[in-house]
């Protein structure tokens, strides 16, 4: 599950970082100030939940929920407000749930169990297995990962070579595309990565993308650790389709 929450004070945003944090302390939550940054978020990294204030300077928090549904009609829109008089407002543009302040874990728990659009338990991080010597291959449940997009087969190998370090947009574009991409373009291969793949794989922040190695299973990162059955498995091939593994293969062959 994945949680946006945004108020322009950053007190009131403190407290509701730490009460979502408290109900649900094993999702992952992104805290924004700044309606015109958190709708540049949205865009690339997929959300179940946005807790939006509705009283904010630059745009209050019913406008900012009719962008976020047009970004993603499935989101859950749970308001956050100091006011009472805001209710009828909030459920008109079909709000999931309204929040009183002060926010609390006890409140925010309540909203969480009753979503106007439920979500799914994402499947095991366990379960997705990936093979780097020959060719690149990404398995989910046992079965070939099926992206979208080509490139972002290449974008999530990519992230594997990286061994868990976070990488930026423009190195990314910079490696795997030899010609000038549009900055667009690589955003769909981003959000077509996020939505293939369980999230609690991937590290992000903003502008920034990398995996958490110990949450799949990959043979290069099983002979990193010295494992006899991936050490066997090397046969002096490794992500054979991408020029750029051969920096990684020249120190595999080099160990």
């Not at 945003?13 to 700044?34: C, K, M, N, Y």
């Not at 865009?43 to 009283?55: G, Q, R, S, T, V």
């Not at 370090?165 to 595309?177: D, G, R, S």
């Not at 990565?193 to 110990?214: A, R």
Request: glycine share 6%; proline share 5%; with cysteine.
């Amino acid at each position: 599950m994945n949680i946006l929450a945004v108020d322009d004070e950053k007190i009131a945003l403190d407290a509701l970082l730490l009460a979502i944090g408290e109900a649900q302390p094993d999702v992952t939550v992104d805290g924004f100030r700044s309606p015109a940054e958190v709708l540049a978020f949205a865009e690339e990294n997929p959300c179940d939940i946005a807790f939006l204030d509705i009283e904010m300077a630059r745009m209050n928090g019913i406008e900012l929920a009719k962008r976020l549904k047009v970004q993603n009609p499935q989101i859950n829109i749970i308001f956050t407000t100091g006011y009472s008089e805001y209710t009828g407002d909030a459920f008109a543009h079909h709000a999931s749930g309204y929040v009183q302040k002060p926010v609390t874990k006890e409140k925010i728990s309540w909203e969480i169990e009753d979503l106007r659009h439920p979500v799914a338990t994402p499947p095991s991080a366990a379960q997705v297995q990936v093979h780097t010597f020959g060719n690149f291959e990404a398995y989910l449940d046992g079965a070939p990962v099926e992206f979208q997009y080509s490139k972002t087969k290449e974008l999530f190998a990519y992230l594997i070579d990286r061994h868990g370090a976070l990488c930026t947009n423009k190195e990314i574009m910079a490696v795997i595309w030899e010609d000038e991409v549009k900055e667009s373009y690589f955003k769909n291969i981003r959000v077509d990565l996020l939505n293939s793949l369980p999230m609690e794989i991937f590290t992000k922040q903003w502008g920034k993308l990398g995996v958490i190695p110990e949450m799949l299973s990959c043979n290069y990162y099983d002979w990193a650790a010295g494992k006899p059955s991936a050490i066997n498995a090397y046969t002096g091939e490794y992500m054979a389709q991408y020029s750029w593994g051969e920096m990684t293969l020249s120190s595999l062959k080099t160990l």
